[in-house]
C-alpha cells in the first residue's frame, strides 16, 4: 500500500474522534514534496484530425508535439498518436518522408510511432482511447488506450478544424457533450488525478464554455474563443505552399524549444500567458479549474534538462505573424498557390486541372449554400418568432450552449448529412453550423421541424458533394 492510502485510511480510521482535516489539505501539504507527488504516470494523447495536403499544418503540430513529450521523457507506451498519416508520402510533398513545422525547420515526422492511422482516425476510437476502453479499441490500431490510475496525470493536444460545439474528424464530428461526458466518465472512475488539454481549432472554446466544470480537476487551453477562429501560420511558404503550422501550437511549442532552460519550474499559467501574449490574432482561452494552473507544466508533458535540436531561431516570432491566415482560407490559397507555381514551370496541363479544381469547389459552394439557405427560410417561415434570436444565416447571433441542446443540434446536421451530402466531408460547411446550434438553443425540439425542411431543400441536389472547403 502506498503512503498516500495508509494516511488517507489512518484519516478514516481515527475521523470519528479526530481533528477532522479536510482531506484536499492533506494532499496540498504532500503535493509540495515533488517526489512524493510523482509516482504516477503521465499520459499524452496527440491528435490531428483532419487529412489532405491543404491540412498539412495540422499533423506537422502533433509530430511536432510528439518529439517534445518523447524528448521529455514520456515513455513510449504511455504516448497515444492519431493521425491519417497522409502527409508525409503526399504526392505534393516536395521532401518525401518528411514533415516540417516551420521553414527551414528540422523533419518532425521521424521517429514518430502513430497508434491510429488512416480511417481509425475518428471520434468513436478517440472517446474510447480516453475512457481506456481497451475492448472498444480490440483490433483497431495499436489498441492503446490511457491506462490512467488515481494518481497519473493526462495531456491531451488536439489539433483540427472545428466550430461551434463540434470538433471535426475526416469522416465525422465529435461533439462538446460527448467529449464532456468522456471526461466525467473518466473523473468518475479515478482515470487521472489532473488533467490538462491544448485544443487548436477554429471556436475550440465552444467545446468548453459553460460546459466544462471547474471541479473536476480538468483546465482545458483554447486557441480560439467560442466565437472565432483559429490560424494557420508559416503559410505560402516555397516549396510547400500551404501553412506548415497553426498558430496557437506554433507559438506554445517554440517558445517551449526556445526555453528548455527554465522549463521544468514553468507552471501552466506561466505558459498560458506567454502564448496567450505572443497570439495575437486570436483570444487564447481557459476554462474549466483554474487550480491546474499552478501546476508545474513539466508535470504533464515531462522536461528535459539539456537542449534539443528543434530550437528555434529567434526571427520566427515574427515570420509566424506575418505569414499567418484564418484557417477558412488556407484551402484555397494552397491550390491558389499551386496554380502558379504550376503556370510558372509551365505545367499547362496541371495548372488546367487545378484551376478546374477551384472552379468546381467554387460552384459546389454555391450549392450547398443555396440548400442551407433553402432550410433556413422554410424552419423561420413557420417559427417567425425564432428568427430575431438565432440571427441570419450569414450573420447568426452568438448564443451560449448548453449541454442539454446536443441531441437536437446532432440530429440535425446527421439528417443533413444523410439526406444532403456529408457535413464532415466538407470543411466549407463549419461556419453555416452556428445557425443549427441556435434553432437548438431556442427549441430543444425544432429538429423534428427542421427534418421535414431538409427533406424538401435536399429532394433534387447532386448526388456526391464531396471535399468541399
Ligand atoms: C471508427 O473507426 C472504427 C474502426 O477503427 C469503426 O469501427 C467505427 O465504426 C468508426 N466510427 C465512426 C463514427 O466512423
Ligand atoms: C467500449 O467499447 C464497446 C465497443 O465499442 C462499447 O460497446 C462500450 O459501450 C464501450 N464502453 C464505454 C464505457 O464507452
Ligand atoms: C512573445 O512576445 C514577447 C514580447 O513581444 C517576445 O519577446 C517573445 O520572443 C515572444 N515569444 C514567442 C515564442 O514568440
Ligand atoms: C453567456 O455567457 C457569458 C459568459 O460565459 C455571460 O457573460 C453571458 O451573460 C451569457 N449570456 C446569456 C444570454 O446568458
Redesign the pocket.
Known sequence: MDILNVVLLALFACGSFAIRVPKHEYIKSMEKDENFLFKGKRWVVLVSGSSGWSNYRHQADICHAYQIVKANGIPEENIITMMVDDIAYNQNNPTPGKIVNRPGGPDVYEGVVIDYKGIDVNSTNFLNILKGNKTGMRNIGSGKVIEGGPHDRVFINFVDHGTTGLLAFPDDYLYADQLNNALKYMFGSSSYRKMLLYIEACHAGSMFDGILQDNTDILAVTASGPRENSYGCYCRYEPYGTCLGDLFSV?WM??LD?TVSNCEKRTVFNDFK??R??VTRSNVMIYGDFNIGHEKLSAFIGYQKSNNELI?N?K??EL?KKTSISSRNIHENTLQYQISDKKQSKDMAKMHELSLELRHNNKMRLIIDTVFRKIYSMVVKSRPDIKEKIGDLDDPEHLNLTLDIFPCYRSILNKISQTCFSLPRNPYVLDRLTIFANLCVVDKQIHQMVSNAVDVACSDIPKSINNVF
Open positions: 507559438t517554440e517558445d526556445a506567454e502564448v501574449t505572443n528555434t529567434s520566427s516570432g509566424i
